[in-house]
Each structure stands twice: as structure tokens, then as C-alpha cells.
């Protein structure tokens, strides 16, 4: 059973940092990119970062670059995100997804398995 389970989450005030973790299984995770993305209520789902699985290049939507870092510890099967200098607007459910393949994206429909989120509240 394919599965991506999200952890980290939690209310931090304006200027922390949290770290979320992605722990994945039931596929081979080295032949998968791993993109974080976020949805804040009322709002699209976004892409937020991506490592791909053959080099280990990462990607990050021009909101958080220069405070979020993506990194993966494939021996763990798991994807980290540490988010630091975080704002209210970055408040928002976050969850990782896989998507086959050795390119990254933030188009949601090229992911094929998605995790249940984890809920990121940051106040001011």
C-alpha cells in the first residue's frame, strides 16, 4: 500500500520555524520527485517545493525562496521541509506528493500519490 504520511505541523508565531517531515513507503522512492505543496483556506493549492529523485535538485516557488530548504534522506524513504523565517501567509495545510519520474513540477495532476496534510498556522 502506497502511502505518504506528513508530520511537523503546528502553530508557530511570525519568524519561527517549523520542519515537516514526509515519510514515504510502498513504492520505490528513489524513481519518484517528492513536491510539497499548500492550500490556505479559501485558496488554490500551490506548489511550494520539489527535489527530484535523480540528482537531487530542488525547486521552490519564489514565495519561499531563501527561507524554505527541501531535502531528502532516501535511506529513511523521507522528504524534509524546513521552513524558516515563517509569516502568516504561509499559514496554510501543507502535504507532499510523488510523482514518477526524474522531473520536477508544480502541476498538480502530474503527482500520483498525495499524503493527508498537515496543518501549518503561523501567527502574527
Known amino acids: 500500500e502506497v502511502q505518504l504520511v506528513e508530520s511537523g505541523g503546528g502553530l508557530v508565531q511570525a519568524g519561527g520555524s517549523l520542519r515537516l517531515s514526509c515519510a514515504a513507503s510502498?513504492?520505490?522512492?528513489?524513481?519518484?520527485?517528492i513536491g510539497w505543496f499548500r492550500q490556505a483556506p479559501g485558496k488554490e493549492r500551490e506548489g511550494v517545493s520539489c527535489?527530484?529523485?535523480?540528482?537531487?535538485?530542488?525547486y521552490y516557488a519564489t514565495s519561499v525562496k531563501g527561507r524554505f530548504t527541501i531535502s531528502s534522506d532516501n535511506a529513511k524513504n523521507t522528504v524534509y521541509l524546513q521552513m524558516n523565517s515563517l509569516k502568516p501567509e504561509d499559514t496554510a495545510v501543507y502535504y507532499c506528493a510523488a510523482t514518477y519520474g526524474s522531473s520536477w513540477s508544480f502541476a498538480e495532476w502530474d503527482y500520483d500519490y498525495w499524503g493527508q496534510g498537515t496543518q501549518v498556522t503561523v501567527s502574527s
Open positions: 510502498g513504492f520505490t522512492f528513489d524513481d519518484y520527485a
Open positions: 527535489i527530484t529523485s535523480s540528482d537531487g535538485s530542488t
